[in-house]
T-cell receptor
């Protein structure tokens, strides 16, 4: 089954404790992206990757890091989480950036 | 630059009534347009998309949308609402090319009254 998986689905952590949210796709997609969803703001892109070892900032990259060492995986790293990073995070993938994107189920992060 | 405007944050309709969710876009090149649906506690699912060709696009669950270039609009409609249509709906715009990206509107929550 074609899918995008994210782990964990729910995470509660404390300010400053490094965390990683994993994302994996099995569709051989070139393009992968991370979004955060906040009430009233829709989805905002954090980082994206057009291929292995090619990543770039989206609209709200501050406080986040990513890497793309393998085509299928695109982890999101919060080196020092802060409460303003409490949000719902989605990973997505597609063949190209402008194509329809396939979304993971989301990771709800709470930073206290 | 590209952008999407979804006016209003909430629409409420009665079961069996027409659903109309509005989307206007801004793009300097021919756009690709999408509608996604998000059910509670789930990820986003593609409802329908327009890239080229026929301007009336049919999607899943009885939804359709019409691309109107002159009005820069891509409104989503469904003739008869079901309770199961209650969800959040996002319009998005992009363009052809590997360097392009999806830009989302802020979303509209659809409620369906019995």
């Amino acid at each position: 089954e074609a899918q995008v998986t994210q782990n964990p689905r729910y995470l509660i952590t404390v300010t400053g404790k490094k965390l990683t949210v994993t994302c994996s796709q099995n569709m051989n997609h070139e393009y992968m992206s991370w979004y955060r969803q906040d009430p009233g703001l829709g989805l905002r892109q954090i980082y994206y990757s057009m291929n292995v070892e090619v990543t770039d900032k989206g609209d709200v990259p501050e406080g986040y890091k990513v890497s793309r060492k393998e085509k299928r995986n695109f982890p999101l790293i919060l080196e020092s989480p802060s409460p303003n990073q409490t949000s719902l995070y989605f990973c997505a993938s597609s063949f190209q950036g402008g194509d329809e994107q396939y979304f993971g189920p989301g990771t709800r992060l709470t930073v206290t | 630059a590209q952008s999407v405007t979804q006016l209003g944050s909430h629409v409420s309709v009665s079961e069996g009534a027409l659903v109309l969710l509005r989307c206007n876009y801004s793009s300097s090149v021919p756009p690709y347009l999408f509608w996604y649906v998000q059910y509670p506690n789930q990820g986003l699912q593609l409802l329908l998309k327009y890239t080229t060709g026929a301007t009336l696009v049919k999607g899943i669950n009885g939804f359709e949308a019409e691309f109107k270039k002159s009005e820069t609009s891509f409104h989503l409609t469904k003739p008869s609402a079901h309770m199961s249509d209650a969800a959040e709906y996002f319009c998005a715009v992009s363009r052809a090319g590997a360097n392009s990206k999806l830009t989302f509107g802020k979303g509209i929550t659809l409620s369906v009254r019995p």
